[in-house]
Each structure stands twice: as structure tokens, then as C-alpha cells.
């Protein structure tokens, strides 16, 4: 059996999400990963991955849509839209850019762009 390209981790990642998944999300990554969620917070580490998957601020699992994959050697580069629900305000659209960068098969590092739209 043949590993995953890096594309099929990706689109296994967004399915994790998608489906609240975390032990499916959990294994994309490196045992170090870092996610940088430009403008709000840095996870390190699977643990505090794990945390964000369903962060206590959002209620049931997002809707993605992702709309463009880009793939330059180690890093995959996705853009699209999203629904989700915080606990706070209720429904919200927001589109998301998502930079993954790779080491040994498995993603290392997620960078998240996230803006509101209306």
C-alpha cells in the first residue's frame, strides 16, 4: 500500500474537520505540529491540536468548502469558505486560507488565515 499524497491528507484533514473527527485529523499531523491561526493564537504539539478541533467557543462541526489547492514541493496552499456556529454570536460565513507545510509525509505546520464574511 502506498502512502498518501500530500493532497490526501489534505482533503483527509478537511474531513476530519467536517466531521468533528479527531482521531482522523490527529493522524495528518507530525507529533510536533505547529498551527498558527494568524491574528489569534499558536497551538504546539498533537495535545493542543486535539484542543482546537472543537474549540468550547463554536458548537457542532464546520462546513468547508474548499474551493483551490495549490502544491509547491513541501507545502499545500487551500482557499475556500466556511459556516460554522459559535456559541456566542450563532451562525457566521468566513472565507480561509490554510497554508500546510510538510516533513516526512505528515503535515508539520498549518497556517490559518481566517476572515469574516458577511
Sequence with gaps: MTAPTQRELVDQYFA???ASDHPRILATLT?????VIHGHRTT???ADFDGEIENPAFTGSPDLDVQRVYEDGPVVVTTGEGRGVTV???PFRFGFNDLFTFRDGLIARVDSYVVPLA
Excluded: A
Design 44 to 46: 504546539r504539539g498533537k
Design 88 to 90: 456566542e454570536h450563532g
Design 16 to 18: 476530519g474537520f467536517r
Design 31 to 35: 507529533d510536533d505540529v505547529e498551527w
